[in-house]
């Protein structure tokens, strides 16, 4: 069973950074699949960024540039640097690894 706990949301101003956090609790693969992922109010869930393997990241195309996945050393932890955010990336983060889902994290982008 594996467990993942996400952390960083908050408001921030448009233009504003944040970075999220999801860390894995649990048994865990280097080569696990991962993922964030976010859903506004009254639209689909939606892939912002993901990495299988040792293949490098792809990111949606409104996120590209000023998004960037990262992970740990120790592959426990993975995060979201968000850059130049903008109130259309307001929503609900969640982290994905492997076909386990974090809880959620709140973020809003507003002046």
């Known amino acids: 069973q594996v467990q993942l706990v996400e952390s960083g949301g908050g408001e921030v101003e448009p233009g504003g950074s944040l970075t999220l956090s999801c860390k894995a609790y649990g048994s865990i693969f280097a080569t696990y699949s991962m993922g964030w992922y976010r859903q506004a109010p009254g639209k689909p869930r939606e892939m912002v960024a993901y990495?299988?393997?040792?293949?490098?990241?792809t990111y949606a195309d409104s996120v590209k540039g000023r998004f960037t996945l990262s992970r740990d050393t120790d592959k426990t932890t993975m995060y979201l640097h968000m850059s130049s955010l903008q109130p259309e990336d307001t929503a609900l983060y969640y982290c994905k690894l492997y076909f386990y889902w974090g809880q959620g994290t709140q973020v809003t982008v507003s002046s």
């Open positions: 990495k299988d393997g040792l293949e490098p990241p």
